[in-house]
T-cell receptor, first 116, second 114 residues
Framework: DTGVSQNPRHKITKRGQNVTFRCDPI?????LYWYRQTLGQGPEFLTY????????KSRLLSDRFSAERPKGSFSTLEIQRTEQGDSAMYLC??????????????FGAGSRLTVL | KQEVTQIPAALSVPEGENLVLNCSFT??????LQWFRQDPGKGLTSLLL?????REQTSGRLNASLDKSSGRSTLYIAASQPGDSATYLC?????????????FGRGTSLIVHP
């Protein structure tokens, strides 16, 4: 297992276009998180999945954003009608939540979105 | 809303110094706290995780402590090296309804110069 994989690494798009990012988590992990990070800020939570169920969404996730995790495997994050304010690094992380409480997140390298 | 604050925002030190990074949080009922390292333009790498029942964790030259009553954690880096230059982020998780969603601070940008 090579860790969490994210594609594409960098996407440049024009305002108003749709973009989709993909995240492949560590195979045995049951949790998958999406975060957004802008320059000089810490990652901000967007949404997370427990297996295939999307259990929580941040208020940051407007109705232009949608995330899926079919069959509890890879996940996609789609942004429709992109705006310049969507320019950011989109980070995916996965974890295995244990009964002991350990929940160590493993992050991917991120997908950087630039909206012109 | 839980808030996580990291001080200082930036730090520049000469190689060999021991240094302390600080993380404070508003709600002391945490589930765990995690320290990450982020290199420019890259994802995050987990350094240490401290469970709420623990006081500290150590890995090599890194030592993280947790004081829930005061809402603070510190990351101690011994004998700093230029390769330690990166942004260090702390993330606090709460057990709200079993969600355990980590909330991040803004990070401390560290430069270790030779």
């Amino acid at each position: 297992d090579t860790g969490v994989s994210q594609n594409p690494r960098h996407k440049i798009t024009k305002r108003g276009q749709n973009v989709t990012f993909r995240c492949d988590p560590i195979s045995e992990h049951n949790r998958l998180y999406w975060y957004r990070q802008t320059l000089g800020q810490g990652p901000e939570f967007l949404t997370y999945f427990q297996n295939e169920a999307q259990l929580e969404k941040s208020r940051l996730l407007s109705d232009r954003f949608s995330a899926e995790r079919p069959k509890g495997s890879f996940s996609t994050l789609e942004i429709q009608r992109t705006e310049q304010g969507d320019s950011a690094m989109y980070l995916c992380a996965s974890s295995l939540v244990r009964s002991s409480g350990a929940n160590v997140l493993t992050f991917g390298a991120g997908s950087r979105l630039t909206v012109l | 809303k839980q808030e996580v604050t990291q001080i200082p925002a930036a730090l520049s030190v000469p190689e060999g110094e021991n240094l302390v990074l600080n993380c404070s949080f508003t709600d002391s009922a945490i589930y765990n706290l995690q320290w990450f390292r982020q290199d420019p333009g890259k994802g995050l790498t987990s350094l240490l995780l401290i469970q709420s029942s623990q006081r500290e964790q150590t890995s090599g030259r890194l030592n993280a402590s947790l004081d829930k009553s005061s809402g603070r954690s510190t990351l101690y880096i011994a004998a700093s090296q230029p390769g330690d230059s990166a942004t260090y982020l702390c993330a606090v998780s709460y057990a709200s309804g079993g969600s355990y969603i980590p909330t991040f601070g803004r990070g401390t940008s560290l430069i270790v110069h030779p």
